[in-house]
């Protein structure tokens, strides 16, 4: 017999354990979740998965399509309501997630005020460890509202759901400007070389032209190509992975400094780290690391 959709208050029931926090503000619900994901269910309504802490690998299959992939901190996950979901995590380190659910009805009535189009009409499409700086902004606020019974009141957080909302119709559904297609990029074994490459010599001076000669291409191309195929530059990406990396050693590793933290992921001194932290997140690294440990 098939289940009936999970609720934002019937999410915790899945759960191994407890959430570390769980708030709600009128439409919307967050839970801080402080376990590796392992569950099939259907959920009511939308959902946005923020990983916090931690690195593991993890499987998903959403009505039949199944990935599978490492997710670092900063990844996020979106599931579009009704979609059969399975999850299942797999790791032997701690690791924390933000889990946000999104009503259907507070979608389809921002569609309706501020898109020409049915809200019937429209699909939020699932994504699977993407990059979004503004999703991961605000969420991390909300965050800290929910760890802190909403300091800033409920003005802000309904503030903060509605300008979210906005930007997962525009980024993230039917609705969304399809991107272009690309054209000369990596093959997928090439790409993978150079990501694990990446990953391994953070604390190390990464060149274009290491990267370029893992992938068997000139630097021009390879630029060129690792922009279509992951939608930022390698400067940038590689920027990414530090900070990245850098708020899992904050929460993982509490006993190293910023200081030891920054050389580990390479930045030249704390205030470079500081400076990079500060515009991904838009914390500093020692306010990020007290936040998560009141």
Not at 49 to 74: C, F, I, K, M, Y
Not at 106 to 127: C, G, K, M, N, T
Not at 225 to 242: E, K, M, S, T, W
Request: proline share 7%.
């Amino acid at each position: 017999m098939e289940q009936r959709p999970v609720t934002a208050s019937q999410f915790q029931d899945l759960l191994p354990t407890p959430p570390h926090v769980s708030t709600a503000w009128k439409t919307f619900a967050l839970h801080v979740v402080d376990a590796p994901l392992h569950m099939t269910a259907t959920f009511a309504d939308s959902v946005v998965g923020l990983h916090v802490a931690g690195t593991h690998r993890v499987r998903q299959n959403v009505d039949g399509r199944v990935v599978e992939g490492r997710s670092d901190p900063g990844n996020l996950t979106l599931f579009p309501s009704h979609a059969r979901v399975t999850i299942d995590a797999k790791t032997s380190v701690p690791l924390r997630f933000m889990v946000l659910f999104v009503p259907d009805g507070f979608l389809s009535r921002v569609i309706a005020e501020h898109w020409d189009a049915d809200p019937r009409d429209v699909e939020v499409i699932w994504q699977f460890l993407t990059r979004d700086p503004v999703v991961e902004s605000i969420m991390t606020r909300l965050g800290v509202e929910a760890q802190n019974d909403s300091p800033s009141g409920q003005l802000y957080a309904e503030s903060a759901c509605e300008f979210l909302a906005e930007h997962i119709i525009h980024s993230y559904s039917s609705l969304s400007t399809p991107p272009p297609q690309s054209s000369g990029g990596l093959p997928g074994g090439r790409l993978k070389i150079v990501l694990e490459y990446i990953d391994d010599a953070l604390s190390q001076p990464i060149a274009l032209r290491q990267l370029a000669a893992l992938a068997g291409v000139s630097a021009r191309h390879f630029e060129r190509a690792f922009r279509q195929a992951l939608g930022v530059p390698p400067h940038a990406y590689v920027l990414g992975r530090r900070v990245a990396t850098a708020r899992d050693l904050l929460l993982s590793q509490r006993a190293l400094t910023v200081e030891q933290i920054a050389t580990q992921v390479g930045f030249s001194s704390s205030s470079h780290l500081a400076s990079a932290f500060r515009r991904h997140t838009g914390y500093s690294p020692a306010i990020f690391r007290r936040m998560h440990f009141l």
